[in-house]
C-alpha cells in the first residue's frame, strides 16, 4: 500500500528571549534540532544541522535510507565543527537532534539528545527514543524510578549532543504503518505535559491543530522553555501535503517539496 505523510509544524518561544529550536516538516521527513541554552549560539548549531538534513527532502530516498540519514547528521555535525573553527563566538555550540526519514512503511530514525519522538498506533502512545540525560541514566540503573524522574533537580542535565566532534547518535530502521500518528517535540512540551495528555491531542481529527494545542496545554502547565512540535501522519494514497515547512529563529518559511 502507498502512503504518505500528513504534517505539521508549530514552534514558540516561550518566556526564553530567544527560540534556540529549529524545526522542518515535510513530505519525507519529519525533523527537530533544540540548540543547547548552555553552548554559545544554540541557535546556529540547529540551524546548521537542519539545513544539511532537509536536504533529503529533495530527491526520493535511495535503497539505504539509514545511511542517507547517518550522512546528513555526519555532515550537519561536521559544519558545527567547520563553523566553530571560524567563528570564535560560536565556539562550544552545540544542538539537540531528532528526525524520522520516511519511505512507504519504512522510517529512519536518528536521535542524540533530550527531544523526544513518540508514535500514536492503535490507540497507545508510544516514546521511541531515549533521553540521553543523567537522569534517564538513574532511571536506567534503577537508582530512581520514572516517576522520580519527572521532578528530579538534574533532570535538565544533557549528556550527548551534536557539537562537532566525535558523537554517539542512535539510528535505527522502524516500521511506519497507515493510521501511524508521529510527534517530534523539545523538552519545553516533554518537561511538562503528560503522556496521557500527548496521547489525547493526538487522537484530535485534525493534523494542523494539534501542534498548536500541545503547545499551549505546555504554557498553561507552565513551561518557560521553547516549545517545537513536529507531527506527522501515516496516510493511505496522496496526502496532498507537499509545502514544507521551517520553523526557526527568524520565523516561518515554506516551500514546495516535489513528491
Given amino acids: 500500500m502507498d502512503t504518505s505523510l500528513a ?119 508510544h516514546q521511541i527514543t531515549r533521553d540521553d540525560t543523567l537522569v534517564q541514566s538513574f532511571v536506567d540503573e534503577g537508582r530512581i524510578s520514572p516517576e522520580e524522574a519527572v521532578t528530579h533537580p538534574q533532570r535538565n542535565i544533557v549528556l550527548n549532543v551534536l557539537t562537532g566532534q566525535e558523537c554517539g547518535a542512535h539510528f535505527e530502521m522502524r516500521e511506519a504503518d497507515p493510521g501511524d500518528r508521529y510527534l517530534i517535540c523539545s523538552d519545553g512540551l516533554s518537561d511538562y505535559v503528560s503522556s496521557e495528555e500527548i496521547a489525547t491531542i493526538l487522537e484530535m481529527p485534525d493534523p494542523q491543530g494539534r501542534p498548536q494545542q500541545l503547545i499551549r496545554l505546555a504554557l498553561r502547565h507552565g513551561s518557560q522553555d521553547n516549545i517545537t512540535c513536529v507531527t506527522g501522519d501515516v496516510v493511505p494514497g496522496d496526502s496532498g501535503y507537499n509545502i514544507a515547512m521551517l520553523t526557526e529563529a527568524a520565523g516561518s518559511t515554506a516551500c514546495v517539496v516535489p513528491t
Fill in 7 to 125: 504534517f505539521a509544524v508549530q514552534s514558540q518561544i516561550g518566556l526564553r528571549s530567544n527560540n534556540e529550536d529549529v524545526a522542518y516538516a515535510g513530505p519525507r521527513l519529519l525533523a527537530l534540532a533544540d540548540g543547547m541554552g548552555g553552548h554559545a549560539a544554540g541557535e546556529v548549531a540547529a540551524s546548521l544541522v537542519i539545513d544539511e538534513l532537509l536536504l533529503l527532502d529533495e530527491r526520493p530516498p535511495s535503497r539505504d535510507m539509514l545511511g542517507d540519514l547517518r550522512g546528513a547528521v555526519r555532515r550537519g555535525n561536521a559544519a558545527i565543527a567547520n563553523r566553530a573553527s571560524r567563528d570564535t563566538e560560536t565556539s562550544g555550540m552545540g544542538t539537540t537532534l531528532t528526525a524520522l526519514f520516511f519511505s512507504e512503511r519504512r522510517v529512519a530514525l536518528a536521535h542524540i539528545g533530550d527531544s523526544r519522538a513518540y508514535v500514536l498506533r492503535n490507540g497507545s502512545l
